[in-house]
């Protein structure tokens, strides 16, 4: 009898099964709300990967086929059509361009030009900082989940380590069989955490990237939509400015006049 129970003190029966969901299921309810809220965490970072990668592929591929159109054209009402029939943020500059363009013309030909180009470039420029802010929308997230999560795994991994020592306490053994599940548990969600932070890291910094890369290509089409305007007012200023006269001829009936 002293043999067998000494050899039921070297080989305890763990209290459960010591699998990831096994320990989840064992585990304390604070510890479980912290592994819930990571892995919940998780699935959103993969969520916005998703959604964002595919958004970014889109607006890029559209953003590309306006620059396209706006530098093979000669003025903003040759690329008016096209663009108007895409909605996106090509189109809305263009359209403000034209609506400038549309509210200025009693002063075009009495004022100079630059006051028209000064307003042009104002609003492109606040178009260019929406349509930016709009596709970095979402990977805020990403940062908080990447900064946050290890320090959310932590906290239940203490918290479990905490209920570990206070089952020692009660249980007046120090056997490593029994304490070490609740150890495990706890050590679980500090992993979880892990889990989650990483990848939330890693994708923030690529839509970084990706979303500069975005911005580079907005500024190309607002450099040609200023282009655009200036390109129709110098055509406009050409087409009212009187002919001008060859030098050769200008003054030819004076100086037959004199010689006369």
Do not use: C
């Amino acid at each position: 009898d002293a043999t067998a129970g000494d050899a039921t003190e070297v080989n305890p029966v763990l209290p459960h099964d010591l699998s990831p969901v096994g320990m989840f299921l064992a585990a304390d309810i604070v510890v479980k709300a912290v592994m819930v809220a990571l892995a919940l965490a998780s699935v959103a970072t993969w969520a916005i990967f998703l959604v964002k990668t595919l958004e970014l592929i889109y607006a890029k591929s559209r953003l590309k086929r306006a620059v396209a159109a706006l530098v093979s054209a000669n003025g903003l009402a040759e690329v008016q059509s096209k663009l108007e029939r895409r909605a996106g943020v090509a189109g809305e500059m263009v359209a403000a361009a034209i609506d400038e363009m549309t509210r200025s013309e009693a002063v075009l030909d009495l004022a100079p030009a630059v006051g028209v180009k000064e307003r042009v470039s104002s609003l492109l420029t606040r178009i260019e900082v929406r349509a930016g802010k709009r596709m970095s929308a979402g990977t805020g997230i990403l940062a908080s989940i990447g900064s946050v999560g290890p320090f959310v795994g932590l906290f239940g991994t203490v918290w479990g380590i905490m209920n570990s020592f206070i089952g020692i306490s009660k249980a007046q053994t120090t056997n490593l069989a029994i304490v070490a599940p609740g150890i495990a548990e706890a050590l679980l969600a500090t992993a979880i955490g892990l889990v989650a932070a990483i990848p939330a890291v890693v994708i923030y910094n690529y839509f970084a990237r990706s979303v500069g890369g975005y911005k580079l290509i907005l500024a190309d089409v607002a450099a040609a939509v200023e282009r655009l305007v200036s390109r129709d007012l110098d055509h406009r200023h050409a087409r009212r400015a009187p002919p001008r006269r060859q030098d050769g001829f200008a003054h030819a009936p004076d100086s037959i006049a004199r010689i006369g």
